[in-house]
T-cell receptor, first 112, second 113 residues
Framework: DADVTQTPRNRITKTGKRIMLECSQT?????MYWYRQDPGLGLRLIYYSFDVKDINKGEISDGYSVSRQAQAKFSLSLESAIPNQTALYFC???????????FGPGTRLTVL | GENVGLHLPTLSVQEGDNSIINCAYS??????FIWYKQESGKGPQFIID?????DKRQGQRVTVLLNKTVKHLSLQIAATQPGDSAVYFC????????????FGKGTLLTVNP
């Protein structure tokens, strides 16, 4: 969905490096989410934010942090990347009082 | 249906046939369900949704059926086309006002020309 963009689309990094993944949306949505997808597994929620001053941990937040810089921007950081953080990362957004989430194109992260 | 291992369930159909993809959910309090399509290298794309006060909803070539008694959800795709080849997964809202979704692991649909 072109309304939700993620950068970079692909990234290869080394163990111990700090990595930031960025998400921007033009949908005007309040709520933003970061998910991780591993082969054969469902999407797992890392962090979510219901507005600029609201940050909540998801089911797998250890090793990650987030920043909601503005309504339209939500970034995910890996402070010290490790190989088992190799995965596809998706950002999603949803509107106020709605459940439907719209996803970005994803970032493929490889940690060597 | 759902898969607890590393390998996705797969469904292979001939072009033009109808496809039925199933999903079992576990939370009887879930009141909203979504089907997503994910093509290789892309993010999940919304297909259709249904609320728990309905048992059927139709879209363009797609129908979602909800059976709350057995906590089962299905996606029917009519006249399946090669462009329908993708991973399909369901998601449920566990109810309340948390607006968080729980996702299934998906089914790989392959359409043979």
């Amino acid at each position: 969905d072109a309304d939700v963009t993620q950068t970079p689309r692909n990234r290869i990094t080394k163990t111990g490096k700090r990595i930031m993944l960025e998400c921007s949306q033009t949908k005007g949505h309040d709520r933003m989410y970061w998910y991780r997808q591993d082969p054969g597994l469902g999407l797992r929620l890392i962090y979510y934010s219901f507005d600029v001053k609201d940050i909540n941990k998801g089911e797998i937040s250890d090793g990650y942090s987030v920043s909601r810089q503005a309504q339209a921007k939500f970034s995910l950081s890996l402070e010290s990347a490790i190989p088992n953080q190799t995965a596809l990362y998706f950002c999603a957004t949803s509107g106020h009082r709605t459940d439907t989430q719209y996803f970005g194109p994803g970032t493929r992260l490889t940690v060597l | 249906g759902e898969n607890v291992g590393l390998h996705l369930p797969t469904l292979s159909v001939q072009e033009g046939d109808n496809s039925i993809i199933n999903c079992a959910y576990s939370n009887s309090a879930s009141d909203y369900f979504i089907w997503y399509k994910q093509e290789s290298g892309k993010g999940p794309q919304f297909i259709i949704d249904i609320r728990s006060n309905m048992d059927k909803r139709q879209g363009q070539r797609v129908t979602v059926l909800l059976n709350k008694t057995v906590k089962h959800l299905s996606l029917q795709i009519a006249a399946t086309q090669p462009g329908d080849s993708a991973v399909y997964f369901c998601a449920e809202n566990s109810g309340g006002s948390n607006y968080k979704l729980t996702f299934g692991k998906g089914t790989l649909l392959t359409v043979n020309p």
